[in-house]
């Protein structure tokens, strides 16, 4: 099997939303290097080159003149304590800049292909309920944002318009997201289960969420919801024990659910709490090759 869909695809002109992301830079990295050309879209009067952008306002049609795709990353991060206000920024974050390209691509002729960032959140607290692209969406504050993030490509289908939503899992990367921020305490032998242990962890090594949204842009036939993670989930004890074992660091300190709900609030518990056990059943059907399908693997990549 190989990662990507064609190796042979003409170059082409990708315009990324969110390039300086964790994401978004390595996959600009990894277009440029096969020979495509990145074109971040940028907020007006900032000092990179691009295309200019108000996620808040619209995008003219002829911003996208010789674009051939579109990989929307941008968003509000979701790490904080949500207060309201952050959590009405999140979700104004995904819907309007969603729209807001989306009608923009609808009304280009040609129209680019679309790639839109979405999130396993979609699926909300699930136990050990294995879910697929089918399963039904979730409860909770970022299922429904999820949802909202996805409906808000309707100019595209409008007029018809695939488009595809990559539900990423937890990115891992020790250049930003959920790891890097677990690495110090963990080598201060301070890690330990979070909760019960028992909530399933659905992630993903950096290099592979790359090369999944690369077989977006290379397989027109790819639309619709595809769940970017490893085909191994792992349980909250487990993946503590991996990443204690790859530090040669105990992990024998426990966070009470109850001390995660009182620090945490709403964030915590959605986040830290809550189990969703996704495989990628699209991406597996297509050929597509985890380079990195265990964990123990993908963390002692990541942390040689």
């Not at 990708?14 to 990145?38: F, K, P």
Request: hydrophobic share 40%; glycine share 10%; net charge negative.
């Amino acid at each position: 099997m190989t990662q990507t869909a064609a190796t042979d695809c003409p170059p082409r002109r990708i315009a990324i939303s969110g390039a300086g992301g964790l994401i978004g830079h390595r996959l600009s990295q990894v277009l440029e290097a096969r020979g495509d050309t990145v074109v971040p879209l940028v907020r007006p009067g900032s000092r990179r080159q691009g295309i200019a952008w108000d996620p808040e306002g619209s995008l003219e049609p002829s911003a996208l003149d010789g674009i051939d795709a579109v990989v929307h990353l941008a968003g509000e991060s979701i790490a904080g304590y949500w207060s309201e206000a952050k959590k009405k920024r999140i979700a104004d974050s995904r819907r309007w800049g969603t729209w807001s390209i989306a009608g923009a691509v609808a009304a280009s002729e040609p129209a680019p292909r679309l790639i839109c960032a979405s999130a396993i959140g979609f699926y909300g607290d699930r136990g050990d309920t294995v879910l697929d692209e089918s399963a039904e969406p979730g409860k909770g504050f970022l299922a429904s944002v999820c949802e909202l993030w996805e409906d808000a490509v309707e100019p595209m289908k409008e007029k018809g318009l695939p488009t595809t939503h990559l539900r990423f899992g937890v990115v891992l990367s020790t250049d930003g997201g959920a790891l890097a921020q677990m690495l110090t305490p963990f080598k201060l032998g301070l890690g330990g289960r979070v909760g019960s242990g028992r909530q399933w962890m659905s992630w993903i090594h950096l290099e592979d969420a790359v090369a999944a949204i690369c077989l977006a842009l290379d397989d027109a036939d790819l639309n619709g919801p595809i769940n970017v993670v490893a085909p191994n989930p792992a349980r909250n004890r487990d993946f503590t024990q991996s990443l204690g074992e790859a530090l040669h660091r105990p992990t024998w300190i426990p966070v009470p659910s109850i001390a995660v709900k009182t620090a945490l609030g709403e964030m915590g518990k959605e986040l830290l709490l809550a189990s969703t056990r996704v495989e990628p059943k699209r991406l597996s059907e297509s050929g597509f090759g985890f380079k990195f399908p265990n964990l123990d693997d993908a963390l002692a990549d990541l942390l040689a």
